[in-house]
């Protein structure tokens, strides 16, 4: 909690300052914007309740990534969706309005790769984040993270029926 | 093409920015969910009430004369040892315990604390152990307070307010909106009115009785309860053209402004919660000239003889538990005040995320009960219910 209304201040700068970039980082994660919105919102609220602690970080967008990734994997896991916070409409209606068949194809193949790897996959080539800091946010290796990004892929490939490659564990340079 | 060049080249059509059309993200109900679900301090109402609650009713404010002072209140013996135990809450998820008796004899506290739960059980303890788990209708109500009779008060988490009480082992509303705070052992109830994003303190003389609403005082918009003592005074605090302000609204339905100890008006007065014969206060700002010194930090006021003493220069020294969310924070290792001094606890901490709010503290400081939450907020490390038996 803060302890006086300058606290107040500084969380609504810091949202009110971010939330172009949560939205487009839970949208990356989610491809959905009601969900997107769902993710986002809850991690604000959480953000709200844990202020006093995580203002004070050194890296409070770390911790902010943090909480809107594992919101996004433990809501995958409880599977609720459906019956999210804002009574989601249907999904891809932008991307149909759009005409954008490969994306949404692209989109709807990410949606089948295992949670934990579309959020690799997305906060690696989608949101430029570094493996030493896709580790952190996921509170793992960054061997993980790598042989994550590798099965992620190969899964990728194997939805969209691009070959995968003979050594499956490979492995791009470090970014 | 290695890994890295084709996961870019392949993902990056997905990268279409912000998503289009308007966000439905409400910024405002983040921070009042935030400080139900969590136990965190009361959002500033000056942010997120946008209209001033009209009330009915004079407003008497009380003489402030001075006369034949009782003497202050004796603090409890600061205890020498305690142990931490977790508190058992069935086969739940999570579960926080959120007040207690002033004996300490019950506790009470919920389940599934977080905004958006898909349910929450009232849970019940009687000298630690679970005694009595009543499911909540529809709104799910989380209870903030108990009395020695064991009749919980608490009101919805999520928006919109409504106010219900525990009584019997079954959860029922209170008469009226918004939310209840607080209960004393007389049974009268302290919350708060909240409708159409109007807020001001209101008060119940009974879990049965029509809820009164308090008369806002000149100056004053939003205002919420932050606690019932025992002669039925609600202390309350209100957002004034001179920043934060507390007033007692007395049982004879007066109400008296509270000057800050320098006694000019220069300071905020944040109240927190009555503990042992005190009224428990964040000052920030001010300066008494008799010390020379900032009066800033957590101070402490004996209603009957208006007299502040000093608690601690820093505000997050030590934990001040109350039944509203004002005063709440976390830390890495429990403390807690015990009149003028702090009371180590023993922790529980598990992982580094671990960290403690400490919510409840008996008036012989015997009994103390609090959570273990995840510093990080992670769902992984959901919360534990904790007491502490001192001697």
Known sequence: ?175 | MNDDEYGTSLLRPLDTGVPDGPSRINVAKAMGDGRRARRVRTVSTAAVITAVVATAGALVLRPTTEHVLPALPPDPVKPSSCVAQKLEFGKAASAEVTGGDPTGTYLVGTTNSWAGAESRTVLVWEKGELTASVPTPERMPVMSDINGSGIAVGGTAEMPSLPFFLRDGKVTRLKGDGTAIAINEAGEIAGNYEKRGEAAPQRWASPDAEPEVMPVPAGANGGRTVDIDENGTVVTSFYTTKGEKAFLWHADGSVEPIAGPDRLDRSNVQPIAFHFGWLYAEVRGGQSSAAGRSDSGIQRYHVPTRTWQQVSAATWEAHVPAPTNIGGFQSEIPQVFVGRQILELPDMTETPDDGYTVDFISENAKVVAGNKFSLTASDNNPPDPIIWSCR
């Open chain 1, 1 to 175: 909690m803060s302890r006086d209304s300058t606290a107040d201040d500084e969380y609504l700068a810091y949202v009110n300052g971010r939330l172009p970039a949560l939205r487009r980082l839970a949208y990356l994660l989610s491809g959905d914007r009601d969900q997107a919105d769902d993710l986002v919102q809850e991690t604000i609220t959480k953000l709200y309740a844990r202020w006093s602690k995580i203002s004070r970080a050194d890296n409070v967008d770390a911790y902010v990534h943090t909480m809107i990734v594992r919101a996004f994997l433990d809501e995958k896991r409880r599977g609720w969706w459906r019956v999210g916070l804002f009574g989601s409409i249907p999904e891809e209606r932008a991307e149909k309005a759009a005409g954008l068949e490969d994306r949404t194809m692209l989109r709807a193949a990410l949606k089948q790769v295992p949670p934990k790897q579309q959020a690799v996959l997305v906060l690696r080539f989608l949101y430029d984040r570094p493996v030493a800091e896709v580790a952190q946010i996921l509170g793992c290796s960054e061997g993980t993270v790598k042989s994550q990004t590798s099965h992620g892929l190969n899964a990728l490939r194997r939805i969209i029926g691009d070959p995968v490659p003979a050594n499956p564990n490979g492995e791009g340079g470090p970014r």
